[in-house]
C-alpha cells in the first residue's frame, strides 16, 4: 500500500508551500518490455491518460528503490535489474497539474532489464495496462511517453544518454 | 556572483521547512580534468572540506545548466560540455551541515568535457582550489570525490552508468 498524497514527501512540501509556488520534484519513471518489444503502459486513475509507470521519490529511498517500488504499485511485477538511459530536468512549458499545481519535474528514467511476477491491471493508482506496440500506442497518450521511446531508442542504437 | 541563500530555491524550502525537517536537495558536480589527468578539487569556504565544484540547482535550470554553472562559480572556468556518468540519491546519509540542518542529497554526476578559462583559487563559495593527480588526493577530502573518480573510471571502461 502507498503512501497518500498527504504522507508523502512532496505531498507535505506542498502543504507547506501552499498552492500557487513551483516546486522541483524528484521521481523515475520505468521502460518495460515484453518479449515482442511491445511497452508497458497503465492507465492513471488521476487523469484517464495511458503512462509508463512512474512517480515522486520519498525521502529516505533512492531513485533505484523509487523505480522498483513504482513499477510494482502500478503493475504489480517486480524488478530485477534496470539500465538509467535519460534523466529529464527542464522545466514543463505546460502549466498546472490537475490539482492547479506546477512542478519541475526531475526524472530518472530506466529502462527495465529482467522483472518478475504477473500483470496485475488495476491497482490504487491505475484502471487499467497493457502492452503497446510503439507504432500502434493508445490514446489519451500522456505527455512524453513517444519522446521516452525515441530517447530509449537513441540510447539503443548509438549509446547516447539523454540529460535534458 | 551566486544567489544568495534566501534568493535561492533550496533556501526558500528551508524558510517554508522549519529547521528540523530533512530536506530533499537537489544538484550536480563537475569532474574536471586537467591535460594530465588530474581532478580540479575546491576547499570549501564553509566547512574546509576538499571537494568537486557542485551545488544545488535553482528553478527553472536543468541539471545539466547546474552542473556548468557551479564550475563557472567555483572555479571559475567554463565548461564546453558536461556528460553525466551518475546520478547518486544518498539516501539514508543525513548529518546536520554547519548550520544544522539536514538533506538528501541528490546529485547529477557530470564529467566536464573541455573548459575555457583560468583556474580561480578563491571564490565567495571557495577558498583554494588545485589539480590533484587520483592517487594525491588533499587531506580532508570528502568521501564523494573517491566514489565519483571510482564511477567515472568505470563508466569510461565499461560505460555503466552509476545510479543508487
Known amino acids: ?53 512512474a512517480g515522486m521519490m520519498e525521502l529516505g529511498e533512492s531513485l533505484r528503490d523509487c523505480a522498483v517500488r513504482e513499477v510494482r504499485e502500478e503493475t504489480g ?9 535519460a534523466v529529464y530536468t527542464r522545466s514543463p512549458e505546460r502549466g498546472p497539474d490537475m490539482y492547479g499545481h506546477t512542478y519541475q519535474h526531475i526524472t530518472m ?46 540510447f539503443e542504437t548509438a549509446g547516447t544518454f539523454t540529460l535534458e | ?37 588530474r581532478i580540479l578539487l575546491i576547499q570549501r569556504s564553509d566547512d574546509r572540506t576538499w571537494a568537486l565544484p557542485g551545488g544545488t540547482m535553482e528553478l527553472g535550470e536543468t541539471l545539466r545548466e547546474c552542473a556548468i554553472r557551479e564550475v563557472r562559480e567555483e572555479a571559475g572556468l567554463v565548461a564546453r560540455d558536461v556528460t553525466p556518468f551518475g546520478l547518486y540519491t544518498r539516501a539514508r546519509d543525513w548529518y546536520p551541515n554547519p548550520y544544522g540542518h539536514s538533506y538528501q542529497y541528490i546529485s547529477l ?16 563559495e571557495s577558498v583554494d582550489a588545485g589539480w590533484f593527480g587520483p592517487d594525491a588526493l588533499p587531506k580532508g577530502s570528502g568521501g564523494l570525490v573517491l566514489r565519483a573518480l571510482q564511477d567515472l573510471a568505470a563508466f569510461e571502461t565499461k560505460g555503466t552508468f552509476a545510479l543508487d
Open chain 2, 1 to 37: 556572483m551566486g544567489l544568495s541563500w534566501e534568493e535561492s530555491y533550496i533556501g526558500g524550502q528551508r524558510t517554508l521547512a522549519g529547521d528540523d525537517r530533512v530536506l530533499i536537495s537537489i544538484g550536480a558536480h563537475g569532474v574536471v580534468r586537467d591535460p594530465d589527468g
Open chain 1, 77 to 85: 511485477l517486480e524488478v530485477r535489474e534496470l539500465t538509467p538511459f
Open chain 1, 109 to 154: 528514467t530506466a529502462r527495465i532489464d529482467a522483472y518478475e511476477g504477473e500483470l496485475v491491471r488495476a491497482t490504487d493508482e491505475t484502471t487499467d495496462a497493457g502492452w503497446f506496440a510503439p507504432g500502434a500506442l493508445p490514446e489519451p497518450l500522456r505527455e512524453g511517453v513517444r519522446r521516452t521511446l525515441t530517447d530509449l531508442a537513441a
Open chain 1, 1 to 53: 500500500m502507498a503512501l497518500s498524497w498527504d504522507e508523502s514527501y512532496f505531498g507535505q512540501l506542498r502543504a507547506l508551500a501552499g498552492n500557487g509556488r513551483t516546486l522541483i520534484s524528484v521521481g523515475s519513471r520505468c521502460v518495460l518490455r515484453d518479449d515482442t518489444g511491445r511497452v508497458l503502459l497503465v492507465r492513471r486513475s488521476d487523469n484517464g491518460t495511458w503512462a509508463l509507470p
Open chain 2, 109 to 124: 554526476m557530470c564529467r566536464v568535457d573541455g573548459y575555457d578559462g583560468e583556474l580561480e583559487r578563491v571564490t565567495d
